[in-house]
């Protein structure tokens, strides 16, 4: 019996694309789920192979995805997000941040390593880009334009404040030079969709005006945006993947002190998030919105009020079951007109469900009591479509 490992077994057996593989046609039209490194990769059975895959980012993403790669298996799309913004800023002699102990790193080394990781298509390492940085924002375009490959997304890790009015014309200028697609990622704490009233409609309108974008590490505004012609998109599978923070600041959670952390919930007729602890203080004297999903089966939505690691898998499953039904349904749609009015119907039938809901839990409708609805997917309800 020889003693040489099996070949199958090993790390090569993971099948890498060259630079000269387009991103676009890989990524056309999925929504991926952006994981973080934290807990061993997994599958995902309630991801839609045909729809879906997979962002790895945190500390040692490349590591991760290869693991996801050849111990899980895992053979869908997927890009690794090495997420330089969380700690690197740009600048207009920088704009990419290369990889701290290779001294002569290039960009070309860190997109080629992705791939040779098992990423799909490579994300440039761009550093944040702060608010009205008109010469950062800049020399990302210069850079990424000197990037001779098929399969690069030029990252644009962005304050929310770049879509403000005085900024968007300049934002939409800058996104349409850069030849390769693009990947937005907004910076804000809380929701960036409602740091000012005209950020949604200004989002859709970058990704109406420029020819493949793509929104990552976000909530369902990535379903507005696919509606509204997008590349592809990336949910979270945590709030603090739905968005990012400044390299300078700390998250604010909106909560006092340490202590466990519940899973947020997608609600399946209201379309927002919930936390997994005020769900169960909403629906402590009445019978909880249940839910249709696979991993669900019927149960009651109000379960996830516990800190262990399988409530977290149920509750990350029934999340991307949720909006992987809604991501399907859309791609039956025509895109175009048909696609975004079937997207605004969806939201504003969300929106009329806030009050029948408050009213049969026994919640009246004074601000602060029951369920509240989003003001950006009251915006998506109610903005007009452009065909
Ligand atoms: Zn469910």
């Known amino acids: 019996m020889s003693n040489a490992p099996d070949p199958r077994r090993r790390p090569s057996a993971v099948k890498t694309l060259d630079h000269t593989v387009a991103a676009v046609p890989l990524l056309q039209g999925r929504v991926l789920l952006h994981e973080h490194t934290q807990p061993i990769p997994r599958p995902r059975p309630a991801l839609d192979d045909d729809l879906g895959g997979v962002v790895m980012t945190g500390p040692n993403a490349d590591a991760r995805a290869f693991?996801?790669?050849?111990?899980?298996?895992?053979?869908?799309?997927?890009?690794?997000?090495s997420a330089a913004y969380t700690t690197y800023t740009a600048t207009a002699e920088r704009p990419f941040m290369a990889p701290p102990d290779e001294l002569f790193a290039t960009v070309h080394d860190s997109l080629n390593f992705q791939k040779a990781r098992g990423a799909s298509a490579a994300l440039t390492p761009t550093g944040y880009i702060p608010p009205a940085n008109s010469l950062a924002l800049k020399a990302v375009l210069r850079e990424a334009n000197r990037i001779e490959r098929a399969d690069t997304l030029v990252s644009l890790p962005i304050d929310a404040t770049w879509l403000n009015r005085e900024n968007i014309s300049q934002l939409i200028a800058v996104c349409a030079k850069i030849r390769h697609p693009k990947a937005v990622i907004l910076f804000r704490q809380f929701d960036p969709l409602e740091q000012a009233k005209d950020i949604p409609a200004n989002l859709r309108r970058l990704f109406t005006e420029v020819e493949h974008m793509s929104l990552l590490r976000t909530d369902l505004a990535a379903l507005d945006v696919m509606a509204h012609g997008a590349?592809?998109?990336?949910?979270?599978?945590?709030?603090?993947?739905?968005?990012?923070?400044?390299?300078?600041?700390?998250?604010?959670?909106?909560?006092?002190?340490?202590?466990?952390?519940?899973?947020?919930?997608?609600?399946?007729?209201?379309?927002?998030?919930?936390?997994?602890?005020?769900?169960?203080?909403?629906?402590?004297?009445?019978?909880?919105?249940?839910?249709?999903?696979?991993?669900?089966?019927?149960?009651?939505?109000?379960?996830?009020?516990?800190s262990d690691g399988e409530t977290r898998?149920?509750?990350?499953?029934?999340?991307?079951?949720?909006?992987?039904?809604?991501?399907?349904?859309?791609?039956?749609y025509r895109a175009g007109t048909e696609r975004k009015a079937w997207w605004r119907n969806k939201c504003a039938a969300a929106v009329d469900r806030y009050a029948l809901e408050n009213q049969r839990i026994g919640q009246g409708a004074t601000p602060r009591s029951g369920f509240q609805a989003p003001a950006p997917l009251k915006a998506w309800a109610t903005l007009p479509i452009t065909p």
């Not at 050849?70 to 997000?81: E, K, N, P, Q």
């Not at 898998?313 to 039956?332: G, K, L, Q």
């Open 231 to 306: 590349l592809c998109a990336g949910i979270g599978v945590r709030s603090s993947l739905r968005h990012a923070i400044p390299p300078d600041e700390k998250a604010q959670t909106g909560k006092r002190g340490g202590g466990p952390t519940y899973p947020h919930v997608l609600m399946p007729q209201l379309m927002c998030f919930k936390g997994a602890e005020s769900l169960s203080t909403l629906y402590a004297n009445a019978d909880p919105a249940a839910c249709a999903c696979e991993e669900c089966n019927g149960r009651g939505l109000d379960r996830f009020f516990l």
């Open 67 to 81: 693991q996801l790669r050849a111990d899980v298996g895992f053979t869908g799309t997927l890009l690794i997000d």
């Open 313 to 332: 898998r149920e509750a990350d499953s029934h999340n991307i079951f949720t909006w992987s039904e809604w991501v399907s349904d859309m791609a039956s």
